[in-house]
Structures are given as structure tokens and as C-alpha cells.
């Protein structure tokens, strides 16, 4: 799967918010977000998988759009 077309599927649908842990499988995904996307989207590379998941849950309430949360494993 091709990073910046799976991301740009996403961005076509509303999501606009991604919190995660980059890790060596996920790195496509995080250089694309940060290089390609970074002025349509809100990248927040958090501590633990924890973090990203609690300001996925505070985005939600606080603006009622989902995010999108990347784990590893």
C-alpha cells in the first residue's frame, strides 16, 4: 500500500487529526503525513500509544470529528 494514496483516501473523507508512535513499519506514513500533508492535517507524535489514544478520545469530545490513531504491533 502506497502511503500518500492511503492518506489522501482518509483526508478525502473528513479525517484530519492523526495521533501515533512512529515506528520503522509505519515510518511511510509518518514522513508522508509531515511531508506531503502537513498543511491539510494536525500530526501529534505522541510518547506511548496511551497518549495518542487519549487525544484522539480529547479531539473527539472537544470537536466531535473523529482522528485517526496509528499503534505499532
Same mark, same amino acid.
Given at each position: 500500500m502506497i502511503a500518500k494514496e492511503f492518506l489522501q483516501s482518509l483526508i478525502d473523507? @473528513?479525517?484530519d487529526h492523526y495521533f501515533g508512535v512512529p515506528d520503522s513499519l509505519l515510518s511511510g506514513l509518518s514522513k508522508s503525513l509531515e511531508l506531503d500533508?502537513?498543511?491539510k492535517t494536525q500530526h501529534i507524535i505522541t510518547q506511548?500509544?496511551?497518549a495518542a489514544v487519549g487525544m484522539a478520545i480529547g479531539h473527539y469530545l472537544g470537536s466531535g470529528k473523529p @482522528?485517526?490513531?496509528y499503534l505499532q504491533n
Open positions: 473523507r @473528513g479525517y500533508f502537513s498543511e506511548n500509544e496511551g @482522528g485517526i490513531v
